[in-house]
């Protein structure tokens, strides 16, 4: 065979050889162009199935936003039925604590109703005597407040209904309702005679007269914080 005919046989397998190569490149371009468009069809295929699923769950959350809304409603409007203020959230009172920063802070984060420290009745009696500035500035007793501080329960540790009754009066203008201490059980309370240790059947009418006595000198009401006796029935026949 001749060199000629070797020549173009060469160059015809160069081409063949071409053409299969591009023939490949055109198949592979095409395969992949093919698994792109069967991955976007799948991808919208489930669109609409994450779409409606991100639908109902933001639709659930509604409705339970919606259910908690109207079941605070419901509380604040039960809250109302007794007394002239809401008392959903209360901030207890508590020794060392419960100043007028504290309850301005509380109020802050959702307490509608707080209680002043426990104060002696007798000793903001007589510092109410000397008092320069008025009740609500002059720090009777550690006793501060200002008009966001409210609604204010004042709370009074007593054993004489008329010490109780004139603390009732003088702290009237500046709270919603006035509170007996009968809770404490310090040894300050043991020695003063006050607190818890006014709980036994001997102080019975003792603790009434106080009470009487505060309700009379006062139109906001009266609380009292107690605590628990020994038995149920002991504590309900308390309360009677």
């Known amino acids: 065979m001749e060199a000629d005919e070797l020549a ?27 698994k792109k468009k069967d991955k976007k069809r799948k ?6 199935k994450k779409s409606k699923s991100k639908k109902k769950k933001r639709k659930l959350i509604d409705q339970e936003q919606s259910q908690d809304v109207a079941a605070e409603d419901t509380q604040q ?32 984060y959702g307490a509608t109703l707080s209680y002043t420290p426990m104060m002696s009745a007798s000793e903001f009696v007589q510092e ?3 008092a320069k500035h008025g009740i609500a500035n002059s720090n009777i007793c550690e006793f501060q407040t200002i008009p966001e501080d409210r609604p204010l329960v004042c709370h ?31 040894r300050t309370a043991y ?15 003792l603790v009434v007269d106080i009470i009487r006595a505060g309700s009379k000198a006062v139109s906001k009401p009266i609380f ?4 628990l006796l020994d038995t149920i029935e002991d504590t309900l026949e308390l309360c009677q």
Request: proline letters at 4%; charged letters at 30%.
């Open 8 to 34: 173009e046989i060469a160059k015809n397998d160069d081409h063949i050889s071409s053409k299969k190569s591009s023939s490949k490149s055109k198949k592979k371009k095409k395969d992949k162009s093919s």
């Open 43 to 48: 991808h919208d295929d489930k669109s609409p």
């Open 77 to 108: 409007s039960t809250t109302k039925k007794h007394f002239s203020f809401e008392y959903q959230h209360i901030l207890a009172p508590m020794v060392g604590a419960s100043e007028l920063a504290f309850r301005l802070l509380c109020r802050k």
């Open 128 to 130: 109410a005597a000397t």
């Open 156 to 186: 009074f540790s007593a054993n004489k209904p008329q010490d109780f009754a004139r603390a009732a009066a003088l702290v009237e203008p500046y709270c919603d309702a006035i509170d007996l201490n009968l809770g404490c059980p310090q």
């Open 191 to 205: 020695l003063g005679h006050f607190g818890s240790y006014l709980l036994g059947k001997e102080d019975r009418q």
């Open 224 to 227: 009292v914080k107690i605590r």
